[in-house]
């Protein structure tokens, strides 16, 4: 587990650099900031905010079909927990050779301005600080902003660049005639604020957020935090990179929650499903973790507990390590399907925020029943370990085989060593099963808020945790007590 954690640190940090050495170099020579430089500048212990910037280092900074992806997904937290948005701004806009797949579609690039025109209707802070190019519909980003900030001969905002405004009109103008900080501050209204470089942009933006009027309403019992009663590195050999191999969930749990307290619900009922309260940094949590494959018990455990949590107004942790529900003739003549739909229905009506954690496998239907991405938890944790299919790459090739046999049996075909080898049936010289891992296919972009180390685990959760209660929690569940009107579900 540790290999895959360095082999994940290693990775971040490369990715940390940006674009090339020499586009770094060059974009430094400008009087710029690198992305992660702005981002460091800006940041305090202050107002919690959502912040967007674009990495000019990396081919200008325009959109890929998941750039786009990525700044939605960012919107959506800021919606959801209702969070001021900063947006710095230094991008070419689409990256043309990729429109097909970036601009027509319901969740493409038109999306970031509809959800820029939702937030302003929801009273969500947004300001944009442009830093560098912001052209075509990226110039929309501070257009619609609350407030926006533009930096002197290096900002500009136009919907056509000079090369489009001469093949239009004609017209030969330079960028900064165009667009620049002394048109949109001086003569059309379109910037806010001048700003002379980078760092001034900045300080620009921390005076703003800082008369945002922001403010922490807590309505919830905060306890004291605790250190667990035993040491988190630990969970390094409790969960392992071997998947099959089995691990109680309470041993993990132990190792995250406050003073490892853990009161368990139901504690010797469904026992393939570890359900209680506990506290992490103080704050409440429900904790539903996997301990096997589910039961009829299990899920119907699961969907009661699921229950409670939403009539108190505590959050759900799920803790996913499940291969899924039982399968077999018996548990199928039991209603395993009904029961198992009942503990699906809960998790989707939840109407409390839902975070998941993926500490081992996630497969099939387990993935809906613990809160898999399709079910809207509102953050989504991989370990290094997680692997996320629709089933293991043993049963994969089981099915895939019996299949091809029945199908070759019926055109009158012989299945021969060579053809089980291609399923994956039978591997020479091995007998490791071909494992499909789905959670890592870059079009899955949403399935992955982070890859979370172990021990790094209980302060994620407990800033998210404060964000839920001071920005959801008080708005929302306040309503809840109050019953003034009916509230938002949240799923």
């Given amino acids: ?12 940090q490369k990715i940390r650099l940006g674009g090339s050495e020499k586009a770094r170099e060059r974009h430094v020579s400008r009087g710029k900031l690198l992305a992660r430089e702005r981002v460091d500048s800006l940041i305090d212990p202050g ?32 919606m959801q927990n209702r969070l001021p948005c900063i947006y710095l701004v230094d991008s070419g806009g689409a990256n043309l050779p990729w ?15 509809y959800n820029q025109a939702i ?7 947004q300001i944009a600080v442009v ?3 912001c052209t075509a519909g990226g110039a929309y980003v501070p257009a619609m902003a609350d407030e926006n900030i533009i930096v002197r001969r290096q900002g500009t905002i136009f919907l056509g660049g000079p090369p489009l405004v001469k093949a239009a009109t004609g017209e030969e103008v330079s960028a900064e005639d165009l667009g620049g900080a002394d048109l949109h501050c001086r003569k059309s209204g379109v910037s806010d604020y001048y700003a002379l470089d980078d760092t001034h942009a900045l300080h620009i933006t921390r005076k703003i957020v800082r008369n945002l009027n922001y403010q922490k309403k807590l309505d919830v019992s905060i306890e004291p935090s605790e250190d667990p009663l035993f040491p988190a590195d630990e969970l390094y050999g409790i969960v392992g ?28 009922y469904g026992d393939t499903l570890v359900t209680g309260f506990a ?45 899924g529900f039982m399968v077999g003739r018996d548990y199928e003549a039991e209603g395993i399907a009904k029961d198992g739909a009942k503990m699906v229905a809960a998790v989707a009506c939840a109407n409390v925020p839902k975070i998941t954690v993926i500490i081992g496998g996630s497969y099939g239907a387990g993935n809906y029943g613990m809160c898999g991405r399709a079910y809207s938890p509102r953050f989504l944790y991989l370990w290094p370990n997680a692997r996320v299919s629709v089933m293991g790459g043993e049963q994969a090739a089981n099915v895939l085989a019996t299949v091809a046999k029945d199908q070759r049996a019926r055109e009158g075909k012989q299945v021969n060593a060579v053809f089980s080898v291609s399923l994956g049936l039978a591997e020479p010289g091995s007998s490791a099963p ?3 891992q789905c959670s890592r296919i870059r079009a899955w972009l949403h399935l992955e808020d982070a890859d979370c180390q172990q021990f790094g685990l209980p302060y994620a959760l407990s800033l998210l945790l404060e964000l839920l209660y001071w920005r959801l929690l008080v708005v929302i569940f306040q309503n809840f007590q109050e019953n003034t009107r009916e509230t938002q579900t949240l799923v």
């Fill in 1 to 12: 587990m540790k290999v895959l954690v360095n082999q994940l640190h290693e990775r971040a």
């Fill in 47 to 78: 107002v919690e905010c959502i912040i967007v910037a674009n990495d000019a280092t990396i081919k200008g900074g325009t959109y890929y079909p998941v750039t786009v992806k990525k700044h939605l997904r960012a919107q959506e937290i800021a």
């Fill in 99 to 113: 429109q097909a797949e970036i601009f027509p579609d319901r969740d493409h690039f038109g999306r970031i301005f």
């Fill in 119 to 125: 937030m302003s209707s929801q009273n969500i802070a």
């Fill in 131 to 133: 830093m560098g190019s």
């Fill in 241 to 268: 990179t071997n998947l099959k191999r089995n691990f109680d969930i309470r041993e993990v749990i132990a190792r995250i929650v406050d003073g490892s307290r853990f009161n368990e619900f139901k504690a010797l």
């Fill in 279 to 323: 506290r992490i940094f103080g704050y409440p949590v429900g904790i539903i973790g996997n301990n096997g494959v589910l039961f009829s018990e299990s899920a119907k455990k699961g969907a009661h507990f699921i229950q409670l949590c939403c009539q108190r107004n505590i959050p759900l942790l799920f803790l996913q390590n499940i291969t």
């Fill in 434 to 436: 071909r494992t499909p």
